[in-house]
T-cell receptor, first 113, second 111 residues
Framework: KAGVTQTPRYLIKTRGQQVTLSCSPI?????VSWYQQTPGQGLQFLFE???????NKGNFPGRFSGRQFSNSRSEMNVSTLELGDSALYLC???FGGGDDRAFFGQGTRLTVV | QKEVEQNSGPLSVPEGAIASLNCTYS??????FFWYRQYSGKSPELIMF????GDKEDGRFTAQLNKASQYVSLLIRDSQPSDSATYLC???????????FGKGTRLHILP
């Protein structure tokens, strides 16, 4: 069974640009969560999607948005990038429906210059 | 009060000894508890999950949950150098089912 796939693995962007990250969950999983990981703040919850609906949202500005498609694949978008957005962005998928064990992808390392 | 708290470490343990990692959480209604292991430069890997009070064992790992005291712990028996990593405690909040992580404890197994 294939794991969670995130693309791209690495990105370098300039301040003010926007970026879209992609996550393909484990087959059969309907829940996708996104996290930002930085050395100082650890893993911080961005949002969670289940069956194309955003179920939960963390305390991030509106520049961070996401969506989920009918095949459960998810995208995360960050607009007007700031230097502080440099981080490892991790996607985790779970089956949902009572099984909340989450499995992570390899992450996308975003560097904003 | 932070939702999930862990001692950042580093926790140094001799090879072959028992490593004990602790975590406390603030949401009394939390139902699901997880331990992830993260090697440097890698993504977190789920190693244990526990839903009921008491102990759950899987190989060299034992997760312990005490809901009354709102803490969860991870014991690693016969510690190996390959166990050196950051261990993340995660909890599903009762109010909205999202999984919140602690900042992790760095574990260093001394050969």
């Amino acid at each position: 069974k294939a794991g969670v796939t995130q693309t791209p693995r690495y990105l370098i962007k300039t301040r003010g640009q926007q970026v879209t990250l992609s996550c393909s969950p484990i087959s059969g999983h309907r829940s996708v969560s996104w996290y930002q990981q930085t050395p100082g703040q650890g893993l911080q919850f961005l949002f969670e999607y289940f069956s194309e609906t955003q179920r939960n949202k963390g305390n991030f500005p509106g520049r961070f948005s996401g969506r989920q498609f009918s095949n459960s694949r998810s995208e995360m978008n960050v607009s007007t990038l700031e230097l502080g957005d440099s981080a490892l962005y991790l996607c985790a998928s779970a089956f949902g429906g009572g099984d909340d064990r989450a499995f992570f992808g390899q992450g996308t390392r975003l560097t904003v210059v | 009060q932070k939702e999930v708290e862990q001692n950042s470490g580093p926790l140094s343990v001799p090879e072959g000894a028992i490593a004990s990692l602790n975590c406390t959480y603030s949401d009394r209604g939390s139902q699901s508890f997880f331990w992830y292991r993260q090697y440097s430069g890698k993504s977190p890997e789920l190693i244990m999950f526990i839903y009921s009070n008491g102990d759950k064992e899987d190989g060299r790992f034992t997760a312990q949950l005490n809901k009354a005291s709102q803490y969860v712990s991870l014991l690693i028996r016969d510690s190996q150098p390959s166990d050196s990593a950051t261990y993340l405690c995660a909890v599903t909040l009762n109010r909205d089912d999202k999984i919140i992580f602690g900042k992790g404890t760095r574990l260093h197994i001394l050969p």
